[in-house]
């Protein structure tokens, strides 16, 4: 009874041990008439990354004030409620914590305080590489045997990521130069040229115009990747560090990138205060000068 018993656990635990090889496997997707893994389709990140990468805490809004007892959302944000809240998030940064230096940390906490009045987002500024990736909003990737281009349902943001290299950026921008080649069946773009306008999300998370990103997008099935960006910014951190993250397919039938042309949208924001007869009693000051 006990040798038959012995041997049931043991093809248990080599079931499982076969079961967890298989699974550590990248699973295999459609490819492209020259054999390349096939990227084209609309993508989109199902995480919290946007609020913050490290991990956190769901807490009342993004913009806090002192209470009486407690930290409480800010006036402009209040009516909002729950609809301003911030949702938990496990982190996407390998290791959890971003290695700033100092001044750098010290910065993140100041644009942290600030965020309402400094957030790119807020203004529907370009969001910068990785920021588009894991955005609440679908990107689509086109796919030849001599081009790649990404196109953001946010602000219209686009890419043209480079086969070949065409040499330095010409100058910096908000969504870098991105220059792309194939390490197996992984795509790796390197983008650099930033300016150092944008953010990694909504909780002050920073840089310089230093910035290097270098993205992994492995095919892992057909209808989801494995994105890995990798930071490299001397200005800012103390070493490179890492995120990483599934994107998967959207599968349906009638799936297309929708137009989020945020800028109309803020315009009462950022030039309200310019008009001769405010729209509204409340309108808002003039934005805050960085």
């Known amino acids: 009874m006990r040798s038959v018993l012995s041997r049931a656990i043991a093809t248990a635990l080599a079931v499982c041990v076969a079961s967890a090889a298989v699974a550590a496997q990248p699973a295999k997707g459609p490819r492209t008439k020259d054999g390349k893994p096939d990227l084209n389709g609309i993508w989109q990140a199902m995480n919290s990354a946007n609020y913050d990468l490290e991990p956190h805490a769901a807490r009342a809004a993004m913009a806090m004030v002192p209470g009486q007892f407690v930290p409480v959302p800010a006036p402009q944000v209040v009516a909002l409620g729950a609809v301003g809240s911030v949702p938990a998030g496990l982190g996407v940064v390998d290791g959890d ?27 529907c500024y370009l969001p910068g590489v990785p920021r588009a990736t894991y955005m609440p909003y679908p990107f689509q990737i086109f796919q030849s045997n001599s081009q790649t281009f990404i196109a953001y349902e946010y602000a219209g943001a686009v890419r043209n990521i480079y086969m070949k290299d065409p040499g330095p950026p010409p100058a910096d921008s908000w969504m870098g130069q991105s220059v792309g080649k194939w390490d197996g069946d992984t795509l790796v773009v390197e ?21 290097k990103v270098t993205e992994r997008y492995s095919q892992r099935g057909p209808d989801h990747l494995w994105y890995e960006a990798t930071i490299e910014d001397p200005e800012t951190f103390t070493r490179p560090w890492k995120i990483a993250m599934p994107l998967y397919r ?14 109309e949208f803020v315009e009462e924001l950022m030039y309200g205060h310019l008009r001769k007869k405010p729209a509204t009693e409340g309108a808002p000051p003039p934005p805050a000068k960085k």
């Open 97 to 123: 914590a971003i290695p700033y230096t100092p001044a750098a940390l010290a910065k993140k906490k100041e644009n942290q305080k600030n965020w309402l009045e400094l957030d790119p987002e807020v203004k």
């Open 191 to 211: 983008v650099t040229g930033f300016n150092d306008q944008t953010w990694f999300d909504r909780s002050g998370n920073h840089h310089s115009d230093k910035l």
């Open 250 to 263: 959207r599968v349906e039938p009638n799936a297309q990138l929708m137009q989020f042309k945020c800028v």
